[in-house]
């Protein structure tokens, strides 16, 4: 093709031979060179907290997995936890900047602003409502700031014995910052070189001997390195908590985050739907600064609000119990335009592979606008008393979740001539080497329909931690579940409901009960080493709430309002080391698999029918630690085959996914990030991001390339202060996060070589 375009040229691609991966499995690192003695022990202490125990990069302890503080080395389920330390010494700032320390993940959004916003993909399943605050679900689409974020936990694998539906591939749950009894004052600024201007603050201040108040504050005014999509936010999170250390302690908290910004897309790829099943010759042949959307028109605003009471009372050393209230509030207003590659070039040609660069067009419509309304609220009943029958230790937790979610959602039209009979959609096309974001549009804008989702959940669940001798220990629990939920869709011109394609109205109702549970054998031949074995199952059922981007729709009459849930189903295999160097080490062996998929019926078209089967088979490790009283590491890596087993037949019969890759589903990933301290308050760190290639959708048309990441940093670190320099992307690689929506003609271009300067000052 004519036209050039200075661009660094793709590294090859990762591929890893079975043989290669086989000697990753779990055990392949002798036991022999693990710790042997009794040194890290940590003594049984009774705590209320949410958050991971964590020393540096190093976690040791957390309650996500059994909502009971518990060793990690004690949880039959392979996890990624990153911690506050790490988080600081990346500069990372949103809930997609700290997930790049998890391999695995891949993205069906920006963190920018999309009306998919927040889809993270999981060991090949989406887990766009599996995200989590301190065990409570978190089911709005925004973007998820870490301002008042103490570390992310990534729990992989079903999990619905402790966070119900949903959890295909995982959960994300994020903990948060909460009061203690150390004094705190903090203030922070960061300045970053593609315009980010972002001031933090973070108040911690004891109330007497039993109480502390603590209250972190976020303002930030930014550009990005997306040109004309702009980021401005306000952040509050007020928490107060009373009887530290005491048999009762209430927790009571205020999460309030306003955003202001531009929708994005992303970028089209080089991409034709015509002639089926497709053409595609390659990436975006442009700067990742390019826009494609109407700067003047595409925005998005979120305003999040989240209340939580919390009440923790020990009635003895051996029971307890805790409740948690949540009301949350998600409201959204956004427009947004889906650029493509236009099927005609510059002169009026049809566009094939061949087509010069220099007269290709993309079209831009805009034509998706929805207003959010989102409200939920949660309540969860946990008791856990600790007992012995003969010689087996148990730890018993019951817990009972009550539900009730509501989505409130207006969709418009946009016409382009109200004059002319029809809805025409404002469009416009711009070259795809030079996009003009300016280009102004005429159109106006009339409500359409809303839709109204609701949903309310019961679960009740149990789980036996138990300990036969120091040796084995075992993990048993299970978790029914009610799921009632409906949907109406309205029409906002006439009042009345909207009749679908196939001629019933949409307001459908639906009850799903759910029997989920998991099971791990752990064997602990000495303090340093452990093993494990583990099977979990969730469930997707029709309808399901907080959910985009893939993982559940709306109920529909054919569609899914008449089929049961889908369920997932995980084994898995794994292990870790303590070694007396103070490097915990990771690994798993793992099967994920969604066993009875939505498909459409071969023999209706019409109907949908459980009879898809998708697998994700897989090894992953981590590493993270101290080797010396300087040198802090955190590593991780995942290897992962995909397969789709069963696809569902289009008409005439055919197959066209079946044994292909599912999307978003990289080979082999992974990180590595280390910091050392030089002496004298000096610190240097650095590390890489790094993924093989994945598909773009199921079809497997479009493959976004393997690509390394190499940030650095460097740090003066002092009593009263703190200065971080962060380098992103030094090589300044050019690299894609995600596609959209299962289509290979639009990508998500990753962040170029840019600098951040932090300083954070500490006052007496």
């Known amino acids: 093709m004519a036209g050039t375009l200075r661009r660094k040229a793709a590294i090859p691609q990762f591929r890893l031979n079975p043989a290669a991966a086989a000697i990753m499995m779990a055990f392949a690192i002798p036991a022999a060179h693990a710790q042997s003695t009794d040194e890290n022990i940590l003594p049984e202490v009774e705590v209320t907290s949410t958050q991971a125990k964590s020393e540096g990069f ?15 080395r004690d949880i039959p389920q392979y996890i990624n936890i990153v911690p506050q330390e790490l988080i600081r010494s990346q500069g990372a700032k949103s809930l997609s900047d ?80 909460t009061p203690g009894l150390t004094s705190l004052k903090e203030v922070g600024v960061s300045l970053g070189s593609n315009g980010e201007k972002r001031l933090n603050g973070d108040l911690n201040l004891p109330i007497g001997e039993t109480s502390a108040f603590r209250l972190n504050l976020l303002g930030e005014d930014s550009e990005t390195y997306r040109d004309t999509v702009d980021n401005k936010q306000i952040g509050v999170a007020p928490s107060l908590k009373f009887g530290i250390g005491t048999p009762t302690e209430v927790t009571l908290s205020y999460y309030y985050l306003k955003t202001e910004g531009q929708t994005d897309y992303g970028q089209p790829t080089l991409w034709l739907a015509a002639p089926a099943p497709g053409q595609f010759w390659g990436m975006p042949p442009v700067d990742l600064d390019k826009y494609y959307g109407f700067a003047n028109h595409d925005f998005t605003d979120w305003e999040t609000n989240v209340a939580t009471l919390r009440v923790d009372h020990r009635f003895s050393d051996a029971v307890s119990i805790r409740n948690t209230t949540r009301w949350a509030n998600y409201q959204r207003e956004m427009e947004s335009t889906i650029a493509t590659l236009n099927t005609k070039d510059a002169n009026g040609n ?19 606008s929805r207003d959010n309304d989102d409200t939920v609220l949660i309540n969860q009943t946990e008791l856990t008393w600790k007992l012995e029958t003969g010689a087996i230790k148990h730890t018993v937790l019951t817990g009972l979740e009550l539900a009730k979610e509501k989505l409130n959602r207006v969709n418009y039209d946009f016409d382009a001539d109200p004059l002319t009979a029809g809805v025409q959609a404002p469009a416009a096309t711009t070259p795809l080497l030079n996009p ?42 299970v978790r029914w579940e009610r799921y009632d939920s409906s949907v109406t869709q309205t029409d906002i011109a006439t009042g ?96 994920n698999e969604k066993i009875n998929a939505r498909m459409t019926d071969p023999a209706d078209p019409t109907q949908v029918i459980l009879a898809g089967k998708r697998r994700v088979d897989g090894i992953e490790l981590s590493a993270s630690g101290r080797i010396t009283p300087s040198w802090d590491i955190y590593g991780a890596m995942a290897y992962m085959d995909g397969k789709i087993v069963t696809a569902a037949p289009p008409t ?13 589903v990289p080979e082999l990933s992974g990180t590595a990030w280390t910091v050392y301290r030089l002496g004298g308050g000096w610190e240097l ?80």
């Not at 067009?361 to 805009?366: C, E, S």
């Not at 985009?548 to 309002?561: D, H, Q, R, V």
């Not at 992307?729 to 070589?753: A, H, K, M, Q, T």
Request: proline share 6%; charged share 20%.
């Open 58 to 72: 190093r976690t040791d302890s957390t309650s996500a997995a059994t909502r009971t503080d518990t060793p990690v």
């Open 98 to 177: 700290a997930l790049r320390n998890v391999p695995g993940i891949t993205y069906a959004a920006a963190e920018g602003g999309t009306q998919a916003n927040q889809i993270f993909y999981m060991r090949g399943f989406p887990a766009g409502g599996d995200i989590f605050i301190d065990g409570i679900r978190d089911i709005g689409e925004y973007n998820r700031d870490l301002f008042n974020t103490e570390s992310v936990e990534v729990l992989k694998g079903p999990s619905a014995l402790a966070f119900g539906r949903g959890s295909t591939g995982g959960v994300i749950n994020q903990t948060t910052k």
């Open 350 to 368: 049809a566009v094939t592979p061949s087509t010069p660069l220099d007269l290709l067009l993309v079209n831009r419509q805009h034509n998706k």
């Open 436 to 477: 003009d974001p300016f280009t102004s549009l005429s159109y106006t804008k009339t409500p359409n329909d809303n839709n109204v989702s609701e949903a309310e959940t019961v679960g009740i669940y149990i789980q036996d931690q138990l300990e036969f001798s120091p040796e084995w220990k075992a993990l048993f629990g």
């Open 496 to 591: 009345t409901i909207v009749v679908g394609m196939d001629g019933v109205p949409v307001d459908f109702n639906r009850v799903d009960e759910m029997i989920s549970g998991r099971a791990g054998v752990i064997w602990q031949p000495t303090a340093a080493q452990s093993y494990y074995v583990a099977v979990g199952n969730s469930f997707n059922p029709s309808g399901e709430l907080g959910v985009y981007g893939g993982t559940g729709t709306n109920l529909s009459n054919g569609a899914n309002s008449t089929i049961d849930p889908e369920e997932n189903r995980n084994y898995e295999i794994g292990s870790q080391w303590d070694f007396s160097s103070g490097i915990q080490l990771r690994t798993a062996i793992f099967r």
């Open 652 to 664: 005439g019969g055919n197959r066209p996914t079946e044994g292909n890759t599912p999307l978003g």
């Open 685 to 764: 760190g650095g590390g890489a991001f790094a993924s093989s290639s994945w598909f773009l959708d199921d079809q497997n048309r479009g493959e976004a390339p393997s690509y390394v990441r190499w940030d650095a940093t460097v740090g003066y670190v002092q009593k009263k202060y703190d200065v971080r320099l962060n380098l992103f992307n030094i090589f300044d690689e050019v690299y894609y996060v995600g596609g959209y929506n299962n289509s290979p003609n639009r990508v998500i271009p990753g962040l170029p070589r840019s600098a951040m300067v932090s300083l954070n000052y500490r006052f007496d």
